[in-house]
Structures are given as structure tokens and as C-alpha cells.
């Protein structure tokens, strides 16, 4: 764990915007918050909502470095990493509730939400299922001479997926302008890492593929945000990387699961490990605000996200006649529903 | 023995209990299915009967995890490898479709693949597009699988219990609306054979062949249409491979007229295989043609809407078989 | 234009040049597709007019080539990813069922995966139970996905060109026995659209309707059946997604019999679908019950005679129709 | 490439028996080179035949070390793994062949060959097909307490496939009694190892896994004997490995493929990696035989090998009633024919 010294250096730190990480951080916090109770009121479209609590920096500090064109995927805990790169609370928590105001119209839900005005190329329900899909942005992007980068989010438990192993050796092989960002919350369900793998030094297998690699102590989001920029720089010039932010996952997977399965002292250890908090201190401490500016702050986030779950209510489920509607393009014929193709069936019998 | 009031959860993780302490070759792998207990709670605390070395908590490797098996029932155990969700059997389908199936084929009879791959499909809890498949088509249009869906408690026990003593690779579906399901059940009365069909009603007018879930909806139908004075046969498939058709052609015989009723998305899923099998063969019996109520060609979505109406309910079920009596008695 | 002589090999590979040639974000991905110029040669030298950054060379990654290419697809390429052969198709079945496939529905319609993914399919050099496959079953079960099988040689060329137009992901299935097979074509001439099918014949006793390379041996049929007096209509699908079933329901209802004939696994395949939609669309008009030629529910052998017994040639598909005439004929 | 100061300091290496491992290799060589004869006279089951020539020894110096019950399985190109671990040459023509009198009954052809009685749990034509399947042996042979191995070979291109990595990271971390053994022969089809990875060094990947990983040069057989001696004993104690053999594909992929895409002199080069004539100059040098010794064993094998090709042609092709045998088990019943089901319906219609 970063000690109190670590602060003290990092004051020094020239290109981190620490309140514009904290607010960062905050927002998703409270966000996240506002989707566990959006759960228990029960207006989330099903139980399937991981929040990202304690994964804050990994958000804020890597999206920090992102531009405009920037491309990226993310896995089923992602809504932090869209916040940060832009995201519209009020439609993000509106396609959580499976509402026809979500980005989605209410289709994909919190585990398949995207933007592709903001490049976000998809959440996924897939673990690493999303991957690949940067390999294929990272060429576009050399091909179209953009400048911009394309970069994947995932969580330790991704690294049990092969899919991880044939992209990174992609990137490495085509010096493409990917980054695979690992948030490693020590967790993917009730496994902990070290009992899904040998060797939880994560970053070596991505060395291992000719990658740059390092891991960061997600407690530090500045040091997150420093660590993407080297990244980011290195992969605009084609040399891909890799990054391990390490943190822990304060809560369930899911909203159902109480984690019986982790004890109550490692837990509050865990949760020690609170980026927010620590970018809090550390605003504090380096008089970059004082605490009635950030009491100020947090009020308005927990006002905007409180509003995004009324915002959800007050909205309406997509109706039946979209059903059929963008499983393929506008300008093809939707496919037939069952019940008229019966209808015609039995009206010709 | 005794009648008890089960869950299909309970008489699925019963089954995994009797064949562990009957077979000390039976281990269970896959994700979150020792400490956890298993997403869906089936292999809860199995773990702590038969320890981490039979009860393996595996990383998020599908491929692999379904390669492994393949290779544990080659080598002398009894593999159950489970698939947290039907919809991850993409990743696998080179390990079950190219290897698991083939095997014994290829290598001219020397081995077989004695694995089951437990998993779950189907929709009821707004998971969206990834989360609530019905895939058994992919597994039924692949030769040397064998498929087992269980509809019922009891089922849901004996087809288990009977997988893990096959020589060949079974895929086992559950159901993922059906866990909390209740039925009184006597575990030790004697089940109906692996591979029958189960005849779960009888009635003149109308023969439903359904599987898994759709059994429920059909039933409710039946009961409905019974009280407009249909009687429908409703054949419970129990498993698809092998596909006990002689039930079903005896049933639509007498019955002239018969509808599927599947989960599965239409085009070129388990209710085409059943209505091309029955036309062919009941073809000089059919007053109608067969009917195919069945999921819709389309991805699933979280809203909960819009995922119900992407599968064939009770209603469709009731309108579907009123229409097709319906149309005839009106001509 | 000039008529000219072209093998179907040669027409995939001018498809591919012209589509690359007409639009700059055209690139080709796959394993052997540049400096060797394809497993079977589709890509022959095209490295060297459009270089190695679009005729791309990838390690041995099946799921990732998948993956990348929809990730592509999504940032502004048209990528086309080749499979070396569709028996691997099963390793990628979740980029492609869960990703491309429903990419556009989960997110609202936002975008849509415009990619083609190329591969061969089907028996005929002794390749073994891996390699010599018809699995377009499991991408027709799957919503969201285009499948075009082109059986000849102007198809061949403008099915490709018209796939690497299209909006959606299209998976398009060449046939390893054709790509020998030369055919006199004008490339100008107005092709017949996407989506619809190809009346390769027409008669008034049976509709036989078909795809890819056993539209061949379908025609060698009916030319032997012309020779008994039995006029046969032959519907080559060209595309099975879409499936243009006005053409097939047309002519069967004017013949009142229908075979179908497909290399593709029986159960639960191609000609399920097919026998399903024929029987509930024309029912009335149907003297016979629709017959399923198709591929054995086996996997194949390298044997050659085995191989060859497993699908279904000119002979069988010549035997059935004569018997399923003669059966009425008797009867 | 090694010395000939190594051949020297080899005559001191004590556990290995290089007259027997010449006499496996150059087994392998010759039936390889019948392989190659039946395919020319038109009396191979197709033409994917993948001759092993130039690795013969990765499969004579690792099988040296492989005991009875100890399972493997092989990759497309596995005849001399297959041969190096006792297989009858003429059953495997046979099954080349797709004869009935093939290990196979003709059904699996060269790349699907099995034998259980030996241990091979089958060839593969799906690149990295084989590999997780000795995880589950693995396991079972610790379940039984068998204190068996379980050995994976493949070439250097299955290192594309994401299931190595994931069954490289169970091996690991369930201290399987596991050794991959990755014969890298630089090339995979026509594209060279290096341009499908940006890091060649290949075992630095298992390295990261947690897996004992080292590279050997496959010209020395004794080198390859001296790793798999070391790699398999700490198998069989539940540390699993990774063992790169670097040798030279010889030849063209398979047998139509002439190799374009690699020039006269890297060929050439290439094949100056010969493991047989190094092992033959090696016996010759140390005096463990004298050169009339030597041709005497070689002609032997020839005469051996020569068999196979008159054996197999002698041979019948399997019957077609075979077809639908072992699609499942002999008490199951075997699928109807499409023909038979023809009858029936139109009988019945
Ligand atoms: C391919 C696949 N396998 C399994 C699952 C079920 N599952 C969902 S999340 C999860 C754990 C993922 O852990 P990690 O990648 O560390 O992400 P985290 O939940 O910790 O953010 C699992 C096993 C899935 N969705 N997809
Ligand atoms: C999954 C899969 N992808 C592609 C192929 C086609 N293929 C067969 S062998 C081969 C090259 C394999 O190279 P390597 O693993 O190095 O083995 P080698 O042929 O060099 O022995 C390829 C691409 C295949 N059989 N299976
Ligand atoms: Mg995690
Ligand atoms: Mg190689």
C-alpha cells in the first residue's frame, strides 16, 4: 500500500490534474452507488450489474490520457470506464434500468452499453470477449493515419481467457496502437487471482509477448494516470502496452453476491486500498482544495447522479415493435415475427 | 424410499452427490463450482463432501476447460465440466464439436468420451443477448453428442444420474427459470428409460412435442384448450439426441395434427428438425401442416419486454394451437 | 464486357481485387493470405498489388482474427477475415454469434459489423472429420448473420462483391471441390440481386432446392431424370440468409413435390430448415412429404469412400426423386 | 548451431543412448520418407501429409524419457512422436493409407491417428487441437495416483492459439504432471515464426505462466534427451514444463508445397540442422559404432520401412458398412442412413 510519503512526492507530479481525477472518481462512485440502489427499488433491468467500486482510478487515471477518436471495449464492470471517457449519466443508468432512453435503447443493458460518438465500442458480457475487437480498431487506426489508439479494459479474470494471449501477440507482432488495461480487483467471482493462476505478476506475460508491461497500485489514481500517459505516448507510436492497475473490488460481483467467500478482515484491508479517499487526502494535504470546496463538489455529483435515477423511472421500456428493429440494417426487411408467420401459415392451410 | 419435495437445483445437485459417491472417478470441473458453489448454486458445498481435488474450481478458460474433459474421460475419469452459461459454448465448439464428438469416430472405436458438460440456457432474467440462449440446435446438428434437457425434478435427477453412466459425450442443459422449481418426487422410483420421450398428457386433437421450460408453457395451454374442449398430447422430449421419434409418430397418427414448441431461435433450430421429421414421416396422417412455435430470429435483450415477448409463451402456445384446430374446423 | 473463361477460384479472386480496387478500406485477414497466397490460392498475389497492410497475415488465432475483424469493421474497415477452412469455425463461434452477430441489437442500432468472413467448406480431398465439414447450420441458426454459398462461378464472383457492400456481417462459404471448376462468364453482365435465388432449370413434376456444390450433382440428376420423363425445377439458394422463399414456394406449389439437398449434417441442418418452411408454406399443395437428402449424421472419414458416402451425389439424389415420382406413380 | 567441440563434450554425457536414439531417428527419417513415396504413388488418403523430417529428434529425444503409461498427444505432423514411442510402422501406413487395417481403420488418416494401448490420445488437425487434453489426463493420472505424465507436442504456430495459454496456466497452477513440448521448425504453412510473433523466444511465455521452460537445440538429440530427462522428472513431481525444440522443417508443409516462399539458401542452411547425420557423425566420432555398423542398421530400417508401403498397398480400404460404426458406443445403436431413412418414408408415403 502507498504510504503517507507517496502523497508528498507525488506534489511534485507535473502532468496529473488531481481535483479533475478526483471529481472523476467521485462521479463514478456516487454513480455506481445510484445503480446498487436503482437494484434494490428494483428498476434494474435484471441482477446483472457489477459495480466498480475501488476500480475508480483505473477509470479516471488511463482515460485521463484518451483523446477524441480514441476507440475502446470494456468488460461487464465498465460503467466507470465510460463515465470517464463522457458518458451520459442520465442514459447510461436509463439503459440500466433496460429503458428506451438508454444508450441502447434498452436492449443491451448495463453489460452491453456503447457509444460510438464517444468510441466506446462496447461493453461485453463475454469475459475478454471484447479484446480482439481493439486489434481490428488499432488497424483501422494505422490505417486511416488517425493518430488514435484503441484500448481494451478487463478484468483479472480475463487473463484466464486465451483470446487475451492471440491479441496481445497481434499487437505486439503489427506494432498497432492498442493498450490492454487489466483491473485487477484480486477477483473474478469467488476466485481469487493467485487461485487462477501460478503467477499473478500479471504484466510478465504480456512482456513475455513483446509488449511494454508494468503494473500500477490503483490506490494512486495520479500514479495510474502518469503510468497511461508513458503508455498511451509509447502506443501512439506503435509499441503496444500493457497495464495492470491493482486494486481490490469493495463489493459482490453482482449485486446478489454477498462474498461470503472472503472474510470480513481481508475485506476492510481491501477497502483500505479507497482511491478516492486517497485522492481526497491528498487534495487536502497539497492544498489543492480545501474541504468545503470538495463538500461542494461531492454535493453537486450526488445531486447529478441522484437525478439519473429518477430520470430512469420516469422513462419508458423500448416497445414491442422494436423487437425486430436493428438486427440488421434500416434498409433491410426485420425479420418475421413468429406469431404473424403462423398467422400466414395457418391462414393458407 | 420416501416422496420429497425437491427443487430442480436440489435433485440436479443430488444426482452430482450420488454419482460422486457411487463412481469415486466422477469429478466436477469448471468455474465458481467448488467454493462458490456454482453460479446457479448446483454444485453448492460439494466441495466440502469431496474436496478441491474432485470439485475444481477452474480460471474463465472455456476452451480449455472443455479440452481438459475431453481428455479426463479419455484418460480414466468422468468428467462433468460446467459451462456457467450455454451461451460460452461458442468458445468451445472446436473442443466438443472437432474433438469431444469425433473422437471415438476417428480413431475407429478405440475410445469413447465419457464427459458430460453441464450448463444452462434459456431467457427469465434479463441478461441480455449474451446471457439467455437457447443453443441446443449448435449440439443436436453436431453427430456424436448426445443431448439431454430435463423439464422436470425428477428429470432433472435421473437424466443427470443417467448421463454419468454413458459412453459417449453428453451435453446437459438446464434451465435457468426452472432452478426454483418444486415437484414431490421419489427419487428412487424407476425413471423412464434415457432416450424415451415422456408422454406428459394424452388427447385426440393435437400433438405437442416440447422440451425443457416450453414443457411448462405447454402444459399450461393444454389445460386451457382442454377447457375449450381441445385434448392435446404433450410429448416431453427429455433428450433430443437420442430423439425417441417413435413416440412421437404414434402420438401424431392418431392425432393428425402436431406442433413443436422450442426456445430455440426458429431458422434451422430444434423445432425445424422436428417438424421436417414428422412431416416425412406422418405425412399421409397430417391434416395440418406442423407448426413450429419457436424463439424468435433474434438476439435476446435485457429489457424485460422485449425478452419475454423473444420466446414462445403460454398465450402463443394457447392462440397457436386454437388457430390451428381453428383454421380447420372453420374450412 | 468480353466473355470469358474463369475458374470459380479465379472469380473469388477477382471479387476481391475489384472490391479492393473500388474501395480503399477493403483489407483481407488471415492465416497464409499474403506471401502464400492463400491455402487454396484465393488470394494468390494480391500481396503484391495491395500490400502487406491490407492482405494481412496473422498468426494462427482463429478467435482473435474474428474478433479483430469485427473490431475493424466497427472502426471503418470492410475486413474480410478468411477461415482457412469452416471445421474451425467452432473456436470462433463466439466472436461471431455473440459478437458480430449482435453488435447492431445490443447497442440500439448504433453501428453495425460490415465484415465478411470467408472460408471453404465441404468434402472431397480425403481431408479427414476436421477438415472437410459443411457446418453453415450453425451460422444460419444464428440471427443477425448473412450466409451466402455461391455454387458457381459468376456467383462466386458476385456474391463476394455484393457481400463486401452489405451492412452486416456475411459469412460466405466457398465449396473446396469447386474452385477447379471453369465456367464461360461475362463479369458485366447484371448479376441477379442479393437474396434472391437462381431457378437453374425449371420442370413440372418436382422442385429440388439446393446450394453450393450439390446444385452440380442436383443438375446431373435431373438431366438423367429429364431422360425418364421427369422434369425437375432445380432452385440453387445462392444465399441461405437471406432466403428467398417466394421463388421456392412458387414453384413447389405448381409441382406439389420438393427435395432438398444439402451437404450439410441432416439433423438439425440446412434441409431441416428447408423441409420446415416448404411443408408449412405449400402444405396444401403437397402430394409427398418433402424429402431431406443430405449429409449422414456421422462425421467423415479420410477413407474416400467412406468421404464420399457421406454426402449426397448425383446417385442418390437421382434414386430418391425417382423413387419419390414412383412412389405416387404406384401408389 | 552447435559446434563440433559438442559432439565432443557430449561423449561424456552419460544418460543418454544415442545408438538407440539414431536408431529411432533414423526410423523416423525413413518412414517419412515412405510417407512421402505412397503419397507420390497415389496410394495416400489425400495429400495432408506432413512429413516430420528434420525434427526427428524432438520426438526420439523426448520419448526417450517418456515411460509406459505415460499419455500424449500429437499434432498434425506427429508420426515420429508416434513411432518414437513405439507404434508399428505398418499399421500407421496403414492408416496413412485409410486402410482398415490402420490404427484407425482408416477412418482418421494421417492426422488422426491413436493408439490407447500406447498411450497417444491422437493426432490433431486443429492446430493446438490436442493440447488441453493433457490437462485432463493430467489430472486424471494424479487422481489415480498413476505417477504418469501426460505430454503435449506441437509446432511452433500453435503458439497462436489461446488454448495453450490457458491450458499452460491450469498446468501451472494445479501442478499438473504436464510437459509441453513445442517442436519449432520455424515455420508455420509459409509464414516464419518470426513473422508471427514480435518475441521468437517462445519459452519465456510458459515462463510467466509459472511453468519450468527452457529452449534446446534440436540438431543435438542427446540435448533434447538431457532436457526431457530433467523436465519430465520434475513433471512426474508436479512441476509441469514448457520445452521449445529449435529445429528445421525440411521440407514443404505438406506434401504438394514446395516452399517458394523461402529461398535455396535458407533451405539449405536449414537443413545442415540435421539431427541424423549429426547423431550418425557423433557415433562415428566417439566410436559407440563404426560406419559398416551403422549401414547395416540403416539398411535394416530401410528394408523396415520399405515394407510398410507393400503392406499398405496390400490392404483394403475400410468397408462401407463400417460407415456408421463408432459414431457411439458398440451397445448404442448406429445412425440411419440417409438412404435407409429415404425408404422408409417413401415406403410408408
Ligand atoms: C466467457 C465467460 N465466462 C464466464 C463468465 C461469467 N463471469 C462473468 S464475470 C466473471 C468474473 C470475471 O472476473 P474479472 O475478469 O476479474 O472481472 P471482475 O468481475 O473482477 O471485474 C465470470 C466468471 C462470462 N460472463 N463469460
Ligand atoms: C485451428 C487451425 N488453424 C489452421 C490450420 C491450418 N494449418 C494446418 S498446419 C498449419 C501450420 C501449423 O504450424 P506449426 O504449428 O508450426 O506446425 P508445423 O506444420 O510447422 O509442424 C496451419 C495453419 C489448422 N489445421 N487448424
Ligand atoms: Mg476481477
Ligand atoms: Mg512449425
Known amino acids: ?349 | 424410499m420416501a416422496l420429497q419435495e425437491l427443487t430442480y437445483r436440489d435433485a440436479l445437485r443430488q444426482a452430482l452427490i450420488d454419482s460422486m459417491r457411487e463412481n469415486p472417478d466422477v469429478i466436477i470441473m469448471g468455474e465458481e463450482v467448488g467454493r462458490y458453489g456454482g453460479a446457479y448454486a448446483v454444485t453448492k458445498e460439494l466441495i466440502k463432501e469431496f474436496g478441491a481435488e474432485r470439485v475444481i474450481d477452474t480460471p474463465i478458460s472455456e476452451p480449455a476447460i472443455i479440452g481438459a474433459a475431453v481428455g479426463a474421460a479419455m484418460a480414466g475419469l468422468r468428467p462433468v465440466a460446467e459451462l456457467m452459461y450455454v451461451d460460452f459454448i461458442g468458445m468451445t465448439m472446436d473442443q466438443l464439436g472437432n474433438q469431444a464428438a469425433k473422437i471415438r469416430y476417428m480413431f475407429g472405436g478405440q475410445i469413447g468420451v465419457p464427459m458430460v458438460l453441464r450448463t444452462q440456457g434459456g431467457t427469465g432474467r434479463s441478461a441480455g443477448a449474451q446471457h439467455s440462449q437457447s443453443l441446443e440446435a449448435y449440439v443436436m446438428h453436431t453427430p456424436g453428442l448426445r443431448l439431454a434437457m430435463p423439464a422436470t425434478v425428477s428429470d432433472a435427477y435421473h437424466l443427470l444420474r443417467m448421463a454419468l453412466t454413458k459412453p459417449d459425450p453428453v451435453v446437459f442443459i438446464e434451465h435457468k427459470a426452472l432452478y426454483t422449481m418444486k415437484e414431490t418426487v421419489d427419487l428412487d422410483a424407476e425413471p423412464l428409460a434415457w432416450g424415451k420421450s415422456a408422454v406428459r398428457r394424452e388427447g385426440k386433437d393435437l400433438v405437442i412435442v416440447t422440451y425443457s421450460r416450453q414443457l411448462h408453457y405447454v402444459m399450461e395451454a393444454a389445460k386451457k384448450l382442454s377447457t375449450d374442449g381441445i385434448e392435446a398430447t404433450v410429448i416431453d422430449l427429455r433428450t433430443l439426441n437420442p430423439l425417441d421419434f417413435d413416440t412421437i409418430r404414434e402420438h401424431v397418427e392418431r392425432a393428425g395434427r402436431a406442433m413443436v414448441v422450442s426456445e430455440s431461435v426458429m431458422t434451422a433450430g430444434v423445432a425445424a428438425e422436428l417438424s421436417a421429421r414428422i412431416t416425412e414421416e406422418c405425412f399421409d396422417y397430417l391434416e395440418d401442416p406442423v407448426v413450429r412455435v419457436a424463439g424468435e430470429d433474434i438476439p435476446i435483450s435485457v429489457s424485460t419486454a422485449l425478452e419475454t415477448g423473444s420466446v414462445p409463451g403460454p398465450q402463443l402456445i394457447l392462440e397457436t394451437a386454437r388457430k390451428l384446430l381453428g383454421a380447420r374446423v372453420a374450412a
Not at chain 1, 435484471?46 to 471495449?73: K, N, V
Not at chain 1, 503467477?199 to 506475460?205: K, Y
Not at chain 1, 483500505?272 to 497539497?286: G, I, N
Request: with cysteine; net charge negative; aromatic share 6%.
Open chain 1, 1 to 349: 500500500m502507498t504510504k503517507p510519503e507517496a502523497i508528498h512526492a507525488a506534489s511534485a507530479r507535473p502532468n496529473t490534474d488531481l481535483p479533475q481525477l478526483y471529481r472523476t472518481m467521485r462521479r463514478i462512485r456516487t454513480f455506481e452507488e445510484r445503480v446498487g440502489e436503482l437494484f434494490v427499488r428494483g428498476q434494474s433491468a435484471g441482477s446483472m450489474l457489477h459495480l466498480s467500486i475501488g476500480e475508480e482510478s483505473a477509470a479516471a487515471g488511463f482515460c485521463a490520457h484518451m483523446q477524441d477518436g480514441d476507440t475502446f471495449t470494456t468488460h461487464h464492470r465498465g460503467h466507470g470506464i465510460f463515465l470517464a471517457r463522457g458518458a451520459d449519466p442520465n442514459r447510461m443508468m436509463a439503459e440500466i434500468g433496460g429503458k428506451e432512453a438508454g444508450y441502447c435503447r434498452g436492449k443491451g443493458g448495463s453489460m452491453h452499453i456503447a457509444d460510438m460518438g464517444l468510441g466506446h465500442l462496447g461493453a461485453n458480457a463475454i469475459v475478454g470477449g471484447g479484446i480482439p475487437a481493439i486489434i481490428g480498431a488499432g488497424l483501422a487506426a494505422r490505417h486511416h493515419g488517425t493518430g488514435k489508439i484503441s484500448v481494451a479494459f478487463f478484468g483479472d479474470g480475463a487473463t484466464g481467457q486465451g483470446i487475451l494471449y492471440e491479441s496481445m501477440n497481434m499487437a505486439a507482432l503489427w506494432r498497432l496502437p492498442c493498450v490492454f488495461v487489466c483491473i485487477n480487483n484480486q477477483y473474478g467471482m469467488g476466485t481469487r487471482i493467485d487461485q487462477a493462476t501460478a503467477n499473478a505478476v500479471l504484466h510478465e506475460r504480456a512482456h513475455a509477448f513483446g509488449l511494454a508491461a508494468e503494473t500500477v497500485d490503483g490506490l494512486d489514481v495520479e500514479a495510474v494516470a502518469e503510468a497511461a500517459e508513458r503508455l498511451v505516448a509509447g502506443a501512439r507510436e506503435g509499441r503496444p502496452a500493457f497495464l495492470v492497475v491493482d486494486c481490490y473490488r469493495f463489493y459482490g460481483h453482482a449485486r446478489k453476491d454477498k462474498s461470503p467467500y472472503r472474510d470480513a478482515t481481508e475485506e476492510e484491508t481491501g477497502r483500505r486500498k479507497d482511491p478516492v479517499a486517497f485522492a481526497r487526502a491528498a487534495l487536502l494535504e497539497r492544498g489543492l482544495a480545501d474541504a468545503a470546496e470538495l463538500d461542494a463538489l461531492d454535493a453537486q455529483i450526488d445531486a447529478e447522479m441522484d437525478a439519473t435515477i429518477d430520470f430512469t423511472i420516469a422513462q419508458t421500456e423500448p416497445p414491442l415493435s422494436t423487437m425486430f428493429r436493428d438486427v440488421y440494417a434500416p434498409e433491410e426487411p426485420e425479420p418475421e415475427p413468429v406469431r404473424t408467420r403462423i398467422d400466414r401459415i395457418l391462414a393458407r392451410a
